[in-house]
């Protein structure tokens, strides 16, 4: 089971930006970004294959959001831009055992989550 933790989380105003990170315990193949507002389902926001060359952000923050990695580091980030108060949310790191690009497969390891806040 691959160890997966979340940081770079936290309480920001809108408009700011923060970067988070998705650190491994070793090499990570496919690798997404999830969050999950209170009252409301889990929700993937962003992926990218093992070599970076897929990617996908959801269209609620394609314009602001960017992900990538450093395989070197086994991590990934994403760095969220222009921040607004409905990007509230625990965000969540997860990772599938392949080389494949489908986002919407199941997820093989999941971090614990780290906070985001965004106040108005």
């Known amino acids: 089971q691959v160890q997966l933790v979340e940081s770079g989380g936290g309480l920001v105003q809108a408009g700011d930006s923060l970067r988070l990170s998705c650190a491994a315990s070793?090499?990570?193949?496919?690798v997404a970004w999830f969050r999950q507002a209170p009252g409301k389902d889990r929700a993937l926001i962003a992926g990218?294959?093992?070599?970076?060359?897929?990617?996908y952000l959801a269209a609620s923050v394609k314009s602001r959001f960017t992900i990538s990695r450093d395989n070197a580091k086994n991590t990934v980030y994403l760095q969220m831009n222009n921040l607004r108060p409905e990007d509230t949310a625990v965000y969540y790191c997860?990772?599938?055992?392949?080389?494949?690009?489908?986002?919407?497969?199941?997820?093989?390891?999941w971090g614990q989550g780290t906070q985001v806040t965004v106040s108005s």
């Open positions: 997860a990772t599938q055992h392949n080389y494949g690009t489908n986002y919407y497969a199941r997820y093989d390891d």
């Open positions: 070793e090499r990570i193949l496919l």
């Open positions: 990218i294959n093992h070599s970076g060359g897929s990617t």
